[in-house]
């Protein structure tokens, strides 16, 4: 009897347990949906921030790599930056690349003296450089390489250079 008693216990429990479930199951299944939607409703709100006019962007996707031609501009180039807060003086040392659309039509007349006029450009560069701070360029790398494929497209008064890499960048 005290066995058939205990089943019966077992039983009742067994069942309330799946009642229970049952009823949160529900109940966390709404609230995660109304969760799921207002993820959405952000990650949609955060993607059109992001997107901007994207001219620049757009270009640069549309150019094949082989439709690219890379040219460093050779050494390092070593650039004072605005002194911190303290007065400490900063440098920043980085190798800089132009990337160059082959198919653009100034590109034939641009690229012949674009390894004579090194110098010019890197001048560009660091003044452009040089006009920021050790936070800035290390936290704003995307905005820094803007600036100066800005500074270089105003300089040639073209836009057959459509991105500027800058790498082994070092701050000391």
């Known amino acids: 009897m005290k066995k ?56 640069a996707a549309t150019v094949s790599m082989a439709d690219t031609e890379v040219v460093e501009l050779g050494d390092s180039l070593t650039v004072p930056l605005v002194p911190d807060e303290s007065g400490k003086q900063v440098y920043m040392v980085c190798d800089i690349s132009l990337s160059l659309n082959k198919t653009h039509e100034d590109y034939e007349t641009y690229s012949a003296t674009l390894t004579t006029n090194v110098s010019v450009i ?8 040089s006009s920021h701070t050790e936070d800035f360029c290390k936290n704003h790398r995307d905005e820094l390489k803007a600036e100066i494929l800005q500074a270089i497209q105003k300089l040639y008064g073209s836009d057959f250079i459509y991105a500027v890499s800058i790498s082994e960048a070092k701050f000391g």
């Open 4 to 59: 058939n008693l205990l089943t019966i216990v077992i039983l009742a429990l067994l069942l309330v347990n799946i009642v229970l479930t049952a009823i949160m199951m529900i109940s966390v299944t709404s609230t995660n949906t109304r969760t799921a939607a207002l993820v959405d409703t952000i990650a949609t709100v955060m993607s059109l921030e992001v997107i901007t006019d994207g001219s620049e962007e757009e270009e």
């Open 122 to 129: 890197k001048d560009c560069v660091s003044s452009v450089i």
